[in-house]
């Protein structure tokens, strides 16, 4: 609030951010530019195409102003937790809400796309979850299954890159996680669970996993897979890290919203694990995050009015 205390403010440091990141002219491709400081955007040198500080960005095409964005950003990073848009919608004092859940949403994809820039690798423990979300339109005139099966149940792949655990710190668990991916997926078929597989892990990589019938082809994926029959109350010792993590995403969500529908909740997840696996950098989140903003390309489904 100190740093960016208005509008101006906010443009001046936005500015910054995309010269040290390079402009690209969309048109020719051409690299060289004007700042043109009364219209407030850069000007293609070749064609002499014009973009503004917001153009192919995460703010792009949004009438919110900058500050919204950058007092956005510094909340969703300097918080271990999360918060609804209608609480960010009182903080900010906007009268609308939709702009301020699409700004938020976007954030929380570009995370995403970061976080799907880099694959875990060395041993990594690998299970599916189940979380609580709403029943889709289509599913509510049907019968409401039990178990897994569920309407109300949304199946999440979870991914977590492990590493020996420190021996002058006993613990409980002999191992310790360094980064985690949660991916939402539409069944427990191993053509699914595969393909998830070859997109997020290094293929040097071991697999520990359980004896389940979807994972049965990653002995042709990575480099090794452990596998096993395991008793519930073993399930915390051979595959501690997923499970916590399942458990605080389910717990932080219950925490803050009431409910979620299945086409949002990967962004939910997008930012559970982009946090997490930043849980030491601090305040350089807020930048790291500035970063992905301005890498992120624009196809979320709402526009920002």
Known sequence: ??????????ERKLKEYREAKGIVCPHCGCTEYYWKGDKKCFECKHCHYRQSLKANTVMHGSQLPLRYWF????????????????????????????P?????????????????EYKVCGMVEVDDGFFSTEIPDSEKDKPLKRGHGSQKKTKVLVLAETAEGDPKKPSDKPTKVKHIKMMVI??????????????????????VS?????????KSIVQQHIHQVIEPDQVGKVLPWVHIAISNAK?????????ITPDYL??????????FNRRYFG???????????LAYKNDFRYNIA
């Open 283 to 293: 305040d350089a989140l807020f930048d790291r995050l500035m970063v992905a903003a």
């Open 71 to 98: 007092i956005t950003m510094h909340l969703l990073t300097s918080t271990k937790k999360s918060f609804s848009a209608a609480e960010l919608q009182r903080q900010l004092g906007h009268k609308n809400y939709m």
């Open 266 to 275: 990967q962004n939910y997840l997008n930012e559970f694990c982009y946090k």
């Open 1 to 10: 609030m100190r740093e960016f205390p208005d509008e101006q403010s906010c």
């Open 186 to 207: 539409d069944d427990l078929k191993s053509e699914t669970i595969d393909g998830k597989v070859k997109m997020y892990v290094n293929p040097d990589s071991t697999i």
């Open 210 to 218: 359980d004896d389940s019938k979807s994972y049965t082809n990653f």
């Open 251 to 259: 717990r932080l969500l219950l925490d803050v919203y009431h409910d």
């Open 100 to 116: 301020i859940w699409a700004m938020l949403h976007k954030l929380r994809n570009a995370m995403g796309k970061r976080d799907a």
